[in-house]
Structures are given as C-alpha cells and as structure tokens.
C-alpha cells in the first residue's frame, strides 16, 4: 500500500503549494473549519477555489476538510446530544459534497479535557465516538479521519478500540510532545528518546501506546513538525539537553527560518542527538528543538519498517524552501 504523505495547511497557506509539492502529496488538510452550534462552518477557509488546481497538478490527491485545531471549542456541546451529532454530520456532509472533498478530519483538542480552554465533560470520551459514527453513518465510504493528540490524556478520553474501526486512519499529533508547558528542554517532536530519557514523549513511544489502545499499526500516520519549539534560561549543561529552563517551550522559528544567518546571528550550534535522531541548535542559553531533513527521512524510513499508514506535517507555511516536503516524497516513493 502506498504510504500516506498528508500535509496540513491552514488558509493563508494553501495559496503556497506548489505543482510539484502536489507531485509529493497523497492528501490536503485543509485547516479548519470550526464547530458553531450544531453545524459546520467552513467561513475562514477563502481559498477554496484552489482545490480545482490541486486535482488538476494530481488527480489522486485526497482533499480532506480539519475541523477544529487548538481552542476550537463546541465539540463537546455540541456532541452532548443524538440531535447535536447527527446536525453537525450532516451539515459536514453537505458541505463535502459542496465543495467537491474527499471526508472530514476531526481535531478535537480534546475530549474530556479544557487545557486548550474549551469546554469539556467526563461524557465527551463515549460521544467523541458516537459522534464518529454519526459521521461514519453520514459521510459513507468517504474519508474519516481524527488527529490525536500525542499522550496518555489522549488514549485515556477516549476511546481508541472503537474509534479504530469507526475512522479511515488515526494522524498523532507527534510534535509539541515537550512544549507550552515544559520548563525541561528537550525534542518536541524526537523520532525516539535521548539517553536517559525516560518521558515516553517521543514518536515510536506514542505509537507503541494507540497501538496498546487498540488502532492497528496500519491505521496510524505519525506527526512531523515543520516549526520549532524554543527554550530560554537553560542549564548550561550536556548543551542544554534535558535540562531545567526559566521558559516552557514557546514557538519558535519556522523551519525556513532557521537560516545561515539566523544560526550565525545567534551563535548557534547545530547538533544531533544519536538516539532520539533529533535535530537541535543550541548556544549556551537557548535550546531550539526542530526537525531537520535527516530527521524526517528517518521518521519516513520508520514508518515503511514499522508498517504505519503514513506521515502528517504541521503546518505547510512554515518551510517556504519546500526542503522537507521533498524528503517526504522522496523516502516514500522509494
């Protein structure tokens, strides 16, 4: 089976994909449309009318419609009720048939939870998958999607065993894994732990715990992070790795951003760490956590060696020189 190379891209960056990013591809997440009552509403997303260009750069490509993102409320109201489910459903089918789309990817951030600042309710982990089958039922043979967020809070509100037969695929969101909320500088988006790290918060990790849960290792694309996450006040030991920040790990630079001259400006090494096969830079105070090309080839060459679906990336603005997106093509096709 061809591996899965999805690319999520928010509105202002789809008028960036290229012909021959489009010859790498197998699927468009178009990012977001949000929950607003019991229906659907797609009104940021402006450049739909580019998808007639994409289809015609690859006939095969899989036009997919992400609802939701981090703090995209509405899921849980609205989910709370049969009535509720099966209003957005089919305001979610009307709009796929409308638009001309391939299904619907649920980013629910998350159930049973209100980190993001949602609202959320212990009944969330049985209606996040009643609402999946609302969709099911609706959206037919179409593509169903969810993306996941990389933890046992994930697994645990939810459940897995039954949304793996419900959904087409299960994308792990395996980037922020260290992040917005860790004062300990580390990979955010590690294809496996450093030494001495014994987090779990790396990808074959959290492909080892949705498997535990019950989603078949052949339903499962793992996650690539296009931007980086960046600590401040770091330790100045083991170059920063695994140490204590005065900062959590805001964003940081896109990866087209992490130039020449940025490294240089601010006196950054670039380093690998052998074991997670990680990319960092780090100058004596800053760690910036970010994958670089070799780090997602090995992430791609895992995903054929461990018989996942595929690979996701977030987000497609973040890397203009198109570099990563074309290692992706590349280790997939071969």
């Known amino acids: 089976m061809k591996k899965y190379a999805i690319a999520y891209a928010v509105n202002n960056s789809l008028p960036l994909l290229t012909e021959e990013d489009l010859r790498s591809l197998t699927h468009i997440n178009l990012a977001f449309g949000v929950v607003e009552g019991e229906k659907l509403n797609i009104s940021r997303l402006t450049h739909m009318g580019l998808i007639k260009k994409f289809r015609e750069w690859n006939p095969d490509v899989r036009v997919v419609l992400s609802v939701g993102g981090w703090s995209a ?36 951030e998350y159930p049973c939870s209100d980190q993001a600042g949602i609202g959320s309710d212990p009944k969330d982990k049985e209606n996040f998958t009643l609402l999946l089958q609302a969709l099911r039922d ?11 967020g990389a933890g046992e809070y994930f ?19 395996t980037y922020d894994m260290r992040g917005g909320f860790a004062h300990e500088a580390g990979h955010h988006a590690a294809l496996r732990a450093s030494r001495e ?17 019950g989603v078949p290792v052949e339903k499962l694309v793992i996650g690539a992070a296009f931007y980086s996450r960046r600590w401040s006040g770091v330790k100045n030991w083991n170059n920063g790795l695994l140490q204590r920040a005065e900062s ?12 020449p001259e940025f490294i240089r400006q601010g006196s950054y090494q670039k380093l690998w760490d052998e074991d997670a096969q990680a990319a960092y830079l780090w100058n004596g105070e800053t760690f910036i956590s970010y994958e670089s090309p070799e780090a997602i080839a090995l992430k791609c060459r895992y995903v054929k060696e461990a018989g996942l679906a595929g690979i996701m ?14 290692v992706i093509g590349r280790e997939l096709s071969s």
């Open 73 to 108: 409320g509405g899921f849980s109201e609205m989910a709370m009720t049969k009535a509720g489910r099966e209003s957005f459903a089919q305001s979610c089918l009307e709009t796929v048939e409308r638009c001309g789309l391939d299904g619907i990817d649920i980013d629910w």
């Open 138 to 148: 609706k959206l037919g043979l179409r593509l169903l999607s969810i993306a996941a």
């Open 155 to 173: 697994t645990r509100g939810t459940e897995m065993e039954k949304v793996s037969q419900i959904v087409d695929y299960v994308q792990i969101m």
């Open 197 to 213: 790290d014994r987090s779990g918060l790396n990808t074959v990790d959290m492909v080892g715990l949705f498997h535990r849960a």
């Open 248 to 259: 959590v790990g805001e964003y940081g630079p896109a990866y087209s951003e992490i130039t």
């Open 313 to 326: 990336y977030w987000e497609h603005g973040c890397d203009c020189t198109h570099e990563l997106l074309q």
